[in-house]
């Protein structure tokens, strides 16, 4: 427990440090330039995470990922459903899916 | 003071939860803690958001920082207190008993099919993640070609995204993207 505090309590004192500073110059012009610039590439780093996280995926089993990434994509990227519907059902049957692969 | 109360409490309860769906990272359920903060309880706009989640992003640590943000926004130093420990709290907990499950019925082929079946859904749900993100934060052609161009860097290079996030800070700096 004092292991996870200590892993979680120097990062989060620091964003909150951040957070305040932002809070109280966040109004600058300079700031402001600087956020928005760092805020598309901070875009870019998700949409990476998002391709590698994907590339295994369908290179080993499209037919079974592919649908499934599209999905959860659509519903919850594009129309912003609630995310615990969407995985509640979501989720359930693709493990249906690939259990019934394995058996 | 009570619609106060009533925000530490939503907050409290939004990151309860999701902490409990987020198996696949922090990255995973930034669409809802988007919807949550902007278009449910009207704590910050799209624009803030996107700024909130960059800071996140450049700051050292895990990826869940973005709700120690977002709790700071809705409700100061106590909200980001209660949303970081309403993140960690129910999923550290539950990853801790969770770990021993899942080590033990390592060769289960129940434990192969949970992971494999919840994996592809993780990952539309971090594309989603990146289009809100994207949405966000590109209102302008050359905004779109910095996340294109960090996205490249990432996916295809092995620098530090850190660098990215240098880069484009300084290109704003020059005030070629305007202000919001």
Request: aromatic letters at 10%.
């Amino acid at each position: 427990m004092a292991a996870i505090a200590g892993l979680v309590g120097a990062p989060v004192v620091i964003v909150i440090t951040l957070g305040v500073l932002y809070g109280r110059f966040g109004g600058l012009e300079l700031v402001q330039r600087a956020i928005i610039g760092l805020a598309a590439a901070a875009a870019g780093l998700v949409v990476a995470t998002a391709a590698r996280m994907a590339e295994p995926l369908l290179k080993r089993r499209a037919l079974t990922a592919a649908p499934f990434i599209l999905v959860a994509f659509v519903a919850v990227g594009v129309f912003r459903l609630p995310l615990p519907y969407v995985l509640l059902v979501l989720a359930p049957l693709s493990i249906a899916i690939m259990w019934k692969r394995a058996s | 003071m009570s619609v106060y109360w009533a925000t530490l409490r939503a907050l409290a309860v939004q990151f309860g939860v999701l902490s409990l769906l987020a198996f696949g990272g922090a990255n995973a359920v930034i669409p809802e803690i988007h919807r949550q903060s902007v278009a449910v309880h009207h704590w910050m706009t799209d624009k803030d958001f996107a700024a909130l989640f960059a800071i996140a992003q450049s700051a050292p640590g895990p990826n869940f920082l973005i709700s120690t943000l977002v709790g700071w926004k809705a409700a100061g130093i106590p909200g980001a207190l209660i949303a970081t420990a309403a993140m960690c709290a129910p999923s550290c907990l539950l990853t801790f008993w969770a770990v021993k499950a899942w080590d033990r019925y390592r060769e289960h082929p129940w434990r192969t099919a949970i992971g494999a079946g919840i994996a592809p859904v993780t990952v539309g749900l971090v594309f989603s993640s990146a289009y809100v993100l994207v949405r966000a934060a590109d209102s302008s052609w050359r905004l779109a070609l910095v996340t294109t161009a960090s996205a490249a860097v990432v996916y295809f290079t092995k620098l530090n995204p850190l660098w990215c996030l240098a880069a484009a800070a300084a290109l704003g700096l020059t005030g070629i993207f305007g202000t919001p």
